[in-house]
């Protein structure tokens, strides 16, 4: 089931069975603490009548190492 929202949307390609997304954050001091949320939908025609399947929802919080 969807569990984040569609705010924002990125689409990755590849034919081969795996992607890597990643993007920057500005080192602005008040994004520190912002928590956002991150799930994958994947095209797979042969899955079910939909053909696309849905990852697992996951939360991460923007931070300085």
Do not use: C, E, K
Not at 5 to 17: K, T, Y
Not at 26 to 46: E, K, M, T, W
Not at 50 to 57: E, Q
């Amino acid at each position: 089931s969807l569990l984040a929202a569609p705010d924002a949307l990125f689409f990755v390609a590849n034919p081969g069975g795996a992607a890597d997304w990643s993007t920057l954050v500005p080192p602005i001091a008040s994004l520190y603490g912002v928590q956002f949320f991150h799930q994958a939908a994947v095209l797979d025609p042969q899955a079910n009548a939909v053909g696309i399947v849905l990852s697992n929802g996951a939360a991460g919080v923007v931070g300085n190492r």
